[in-house]
């Protein structure tokens, strides 16, 4: 399977906090902040990145993700984040390896489904060990995406 990685996602109380303290300790630049709020889920979430390395920085308001601070603590990195220039590939290796993809909600996912309301294309490996999970998403939107969350970024 042809997979780069992309980023981790970490759990933080204080999104605005977090932020100020990885540009002041890595002289990251930060993205702007955006809010996801969907299906049960609600985060406020940022993007840092500094040299060739990134990582989002998300702050959950409701949903799993808040049950899951509440429960671990801020600083879980609860998904690693691959991509793939080409996702149908992706997804059609996983099924021949016996695993099935899922959506977002742990639901198994259509090949023809693989969509996202960020805009990319993007599936989900079975949770096998507790809360961590690992999203594959596909390369062009992916970094298309990023590279908008920075517009007007300094």
């Known amino acids: ?15 605005d ?4 303290y990885y540009a002041a300790v890595f002289k990251a630049s930060v993205s702007n902040t955006i809010v ?3 299906g ?3 985060v406020r979430y940022a ?4 040299g060739g390395e990134r990582f989002i920085l998300v702050q959950p308001i409701a949903g799993n993700l808040k049950e899951l601070m509440d429960q ?6 609860y998904r690693h984040c691959y991509s793939t220039p080409d996702i149908d590939a992706a997804y059609d ?3 021949a390896a016996g695993v099935q993809p899922e959506d977002e909600h742990g639901q198994p996912i ?9 805009g990319s294309r993007i599936l989900w490996l079975p949770k096998r060990f507790g809360h961590f999970s690992i999203e594959i998403l596909e390369s062009e939107a992916l970094e298309a995406f990023i590279d908008s969350a920075f517009d007007g970024v300094e």
């Open 47 to 50: 993007i840092v990145r500094f």
């Open 40 to 42: 049960g889920l609600h």
């Open 93 to 95: 290796e996983l099924i």
């Open 36 to 38: 996801w709020n969907r």
């Open 1 to 15: 399977m042809d997979l780069r990685f992309s980023h981790v996602d970490v759990l933080v109380e204080d999104l």
């Open 72 to 77: 671990q603590g801020p600083g879980v990195i």
């Open 17 to 20: 906090a977090a932020c100020a």
């Open 110 to 118: 259509k090949r023809d489904d693989l969509s996202s309301p960020a």
